[in-house]
């Protein structure tokens, strides 16, 4: 076989496993129900923390479950000492689903925390399925998560 021949066969191999990657995370993003595992946390401040266990955050069409460590700083103290990782329990939320010309999902949404906490999640899915979730809240200091949709 010619070399130039198993380079093209190589190359549409690539393409392929490409595309059938994309239609898997269009699928599952799609659908409304996928579950995405972080394994590192990037704080405002400070260096980046890798997770150990991993997190997941888990989307059933419009609920939303997660239990993610917070490090960084409050700018107002919290109700609940002992309640500071961010958690929400099969939370209804109303989400803004965005696909861009490079095939990743833009999903945004908000929820109350607590009765004085908002907090808006931005959450970016990259055709190949690497995600990343930036938190803004009203009472804390910005932090983001790293991770992969579960497939």
């Given at each position: 076989?010619?070399?130039?021949?198993?380079?093209?066969?190589?190359?549409?191999?690539?393409?392929?496993?490409?595309?059938?990657?994309?239609?898997?995370?269009?699928?599952?993003?799609?659908?409304?129900?996928?579950?995405?595992?972080?394994?590192?946390?990037?704080?405002?401040?400070g260096k980046s923390i890798i997770?150990?266990?991993?997190?997941?955050?888990?989307?059933?069409?419009?609920?939303?479950?997660?239990?993610?460590?917070?490090?960084?700083?409050?700018?107002?103290?919290?109700?609940?000492?002992?309640?500071?990782?961010?958690?929400?329990?099969?939370?209804?939320?109303?989400?803004?689903?965005?696909?861009?010309?490079?095939?990743?999902?833009?999903?945004?949404?908000?929820?109350?925390?607590?009765?004085?906490?908002?907090?808006?999640?931005?959450?970016?899915?990259?055709?190949?399925?690497?995600?990343?979730?930036?938190?803004?809240?009203?009472?804390?200091?910005?932090?983001?998560?790293?991770?992969?949709?579960?497939?």
């Amino acid at each position: 076989m010619p070399a130039g021949a198993y380079s093209q066969s190589q190359r549409e191999a690539r393409a392929a496993r490409k595309a059938a990657l994309e239609e898997q995370v269009r699928t599952l993003v799609e659908g409304g129900t996928f579950e995405i595992s972080f394994d590192r946390a990037n704080p405002a401040r400070g260096k980046s923390i890798i997770l150990s266990p991993v997190y997941e955050m888990k989307f059933q069409n419009n609920r939303v479950s997660t239990y993610l460590p917070y490090f960084g700083r409050f700018y107002t103290a919290p109700a609940d000492p002992t309640k500071l990782a961010i958690e929400l329990v099969d939370r209804e939320v109303e989400t803004a689903i965005k696909k861009d010309r490079r095939k990743s999902y833009s999903i945004i949404f908000s929820t109350n925390i607590t009765a004085n906490e908002t907090i808006t999640f931005y959450l970016r899915i990259s055709a190949s399925g690497t995600a990343s979730l930036s938190i803004n809240s009203s009472s804390r200091a910005i932090i983001s998560y790293l991770g992969n949709l579960k497939m």
